[in-house]
């Protein structure tokens, strides 16, 4: 998994396995919020790629302010099964919600 460049989560990437992408991605997140969910907005797909387009709605643990984040993750599949992901967001808009 790539982490997008500027965001917190890219000082490990790129994560390889289930265990670093559980631990140093998900745990992470996990961490840093009340709450969090993912608003999907469309998804694309074509060939071996699938795009998906929405948005992190969430509560930092910091502040308790709600947080609204516009994302694009790209998925990329193997017979099916994902083998690459690559996340998209607004990093300044994730380090003004920590604030």
Do not use: C
Not at 85 to 90: E, G, K
């Amino acid at each position: 998994m790539d982490s997008a460049d500027s965001s917190p989560l890219s000082d490990k990437s790129p994560y390889h396995g289930i265990d670093a992408i559980r631990e140093g991605v998900f745990g992470r997140i996990a961490a840093g919020y009340e709450k969090l969910t993912i608003r999907i907005d469309e998804i694309f797909a074509a060939d071996n790629k699938v795009v998906v387009l929405g948005y992190y709605d969430g509560i930092p643990r910091s502040n308790g302010k709600q947080s609204f984040t516009q994302l694009a993750h790209i998925w990329t599949l193997t017979s099916g099964k994902p083998v690459k992901f690559q996340q998209y967001i607004d990093t300044y808009k994730v380090a003004e919600s920590f604030k």
